[in-house]
Structures are given as structure tokens and as C-alpha cells.
T-cell receptor, first 113, second 117 residues
Framework: DAKTTQPPSMDCAEGRAANLPCNHSTISGNEYVYWYRQIHSQGPQYIIHGLKNNETNEMASLIITEDRKSSTLILPHATLRDTAVYYCIARSLGSGSARQLTFGSGTQLTVLP | KAGVTQTPRYLIKTRGQQVTLSCSPISGHRSVSWYQQTPGQGLQFLFEYFSETQRNKGNFPGRFSGRQFSNSRSEMNVSTLELGDSALYLC????????????????FGQGTRLTVV
């Protein structure tokens, strides 16, 4: 799976949009971009994933650039409960692909009151 | 529906002992994966089971083993515990079968915090 690069930390004001970037310049055509977050001392929580089209669900939006070398996770109205470490993961879903998630260091998002 | 359940939540063991951790996946999920999380190494993949078969294994010594039962419940065992095995052990379940996009999201349990003294 392609390596991803994320800033180690970011701050965001409560109520504002949080935009978390991820670089995956070596991503291959069959690799999806997955986002998870981990609130302190809890298990990681799935947020969203996509291949090349932008995706939106009840939690967040995922914007993937046209060349697929980077993406942005958007939390539209951040709350204090969104303070967590956010992980961006590139993952192939082909039948011969590895099944595990390869977690990097992630981005510590702190939502400030 | 009920989420992924891991038991016990906390455990203290002595060096040299062995330990068994349990994971009950979400009903209907056939894939169960285990991860170790430490401050120094982050989240690292241990192994994955699907339909009672180990399908993938991470880079951990043979002291770490696991199994999956016919009801998809899984256990992992660590023998001859070392201080460095102190970690949060996380279990994740997913629907995923071979390939495909749907059902690939992994749902994690709260983890078992193992302390080796």
C-alpha cells in the first residue's frame, strides 16, 4: 500500500470546518483512500473512504485531487468531540491484496472552544 | 446492532506468563483482525482471520498467535510475556470477503489494555 504523509498536528476552532490534508503521491490506480480517527484510549473509528470521486457521509466529506496524489478530509462543523488523531490510509482492495490497515502517525486534531 | 466486544478491558500479567484475549465481532462479520498499539510503534497489524483461517500475518514473533471459531469469535494468545508486550490490543471486524469495495470498513473494539510487570 502507498505511503501517506500527514501533518503531525492541527488546531481548529469549534464550529468551524476542519480540513485535514493527506499526501499520497505514490498511490496506485486501485488503491482507495481511507480515513479513520482515534479518540484517546478508544479503538479507531471508520470515517469515510473513496477512490477518485469526492465522497460525503454523515460524518465528513472526502475530497480527492484529480491526480489522486492528495486528499482532504473535511469535518464541516468541528465540535470538541472531534478532537482525535486522524489517520489517512491508502489501501488496495484487490482480491490478492493485503487485508490489513497500515496506520501511520496520523494528525492530532485539537478542536478549541 | 452490537459493536465489536473485547474482553477483558484491562489485564495485568507477570513476565513469563501467557495471556488470552477475546474478541466478538459484529454479527455477520467474518473477518477479524488484531492490532497492537504502543506509544513507540503506533498501531501495528498482528494477523487477520477469515472463516477460521489465518489469511494474513504481520511481523511479530511466534509468541503471538490467534484463532477464529466457527461463530467468527476470535482469540489471540501471547506466550512468555515480555515487558515490551505491554500495549493496547485492538480487534477489528469487517464483512469483507475476497476483493470488492463494499463491506471493507473495519470496525474496532475498545481494546484490551495489557500491562506486563
Amino acid at each position: 500500500d502507498a505511503k501517506t504523509t500527514q501533518p503531525p498536528s492541527m488546531d481548529c476552532a469549534e464550529g468551524r470546518a476542519a480540513n485535514l490534508p493527506c499526501n499520497h503521491s505514490t498511490i496506485s490506480g486501485n488503491e482507495y483512500v481511507y480515513w479513520y480517527r482515534q479518540i484517546h484510549s478508544q479503538g479507531p473509528q471508520y470515517i469515510i473512504h473513496g477512490l477518485k470521486n469526492n465522497e460525503t457521509n454523515e460524518m465528513a466529506s472526502l475530497i480527492i485531487t484529480e491526480d489522486r496524489k492528495s486528499s482532504t478530509l473535511i469535518l464541516p462543523h468541528a465540535t470538541l468531540r472531534d478532537t482525535a488523531v486522524y489517520y489517512c490510509i491508502a489501501r488496495s482492495l484487490g482480491s490478492g491484496s493485503a487485508r490489513q490497515l497500515t496506520f501511520g502517525s496520523g494528525t492530532q486534531l485539537t478542536v478549541l472552544p | 446492532k452490537a459493536g465489536v466486544t473485547q474482553t477483558p478491558r484491562y489485564l495485568i500479567k507477570t513476565r513469563g506468563q501467557q495471556v488470552t484475549l477475546s474478541c466478538s465481532p459484529i454479527s455477520g462479520h467474518r473477518s477479524v483482525s488484531w492490532y497492537q498499539q504502543t506509544p513507540g510503534q503506533g498501531l501495528q497489524f498482528l494477523f487477520e482471520y477469515f472463516s477460521e483461517t489465518q489469511r494474513n500475518k504481520g511481523n511479530f514473533p511466534g509468541r503471538f498467535s490467534g484463532r477464529q471459531f466457527s461463530n467468527s469469535r476470535s482469540e489471540m494468545n501471547v506466550s512468555t510475556l515480555e515487558l515490551g508486550d505491554s500495549a493496547l490490543y485492538l480487534c477489528a471486524s469487517s464483512l469483507a470477503g475476497a476483493g470488492g469495495r463494499s463491506g471493507t470498513e473495519a470496525f474496532f473494539g475498545q481494546g484490551t489494555r495489557l500491562t506486563v510487570v
